[in-house]
């Protein structure tokens, strides 16, 4: 610091942003959880359609065929699934 063109002494600016940080820290994890979950949330509902779609009608199939192989009975066939 000057006065008159005369140095009277120094300032020295001191700071901690080591809260900021940990706000924005805590705002980032947050966000990552909350992505985490409705990601999740979405998979969920997509292996739910899929399942109904693809594995059903295979189990139905894996039926079948189990009597099939129990019974002897090989006039027996598969019903066809309806699609869509």
Do not use: W
């Amino acid at each position: 610091m000057r006065l008159d063109n005369a140095k009277i002494g120094t300032l020295y600016l001191r700071s901690n942003y080591g809260a900021v940080y940990a706000g924005l820290l805590h705002l980032y994890l947050f966000a990552l959880a909350a992505v985490l979950a409705l990601s999740s949330a979405i998979a969920f509902a997509i292996s739910s359609q899929l399942q109904r779609v693809i594995s059903v009608p295979i189990q139905k199939l894996a039926e079948t065929a189990g009597i099939i192989a129990a019974k002897n009975d090989y006039t027996l066939r598969a019903e066809k699934m309806e699609s869509g």
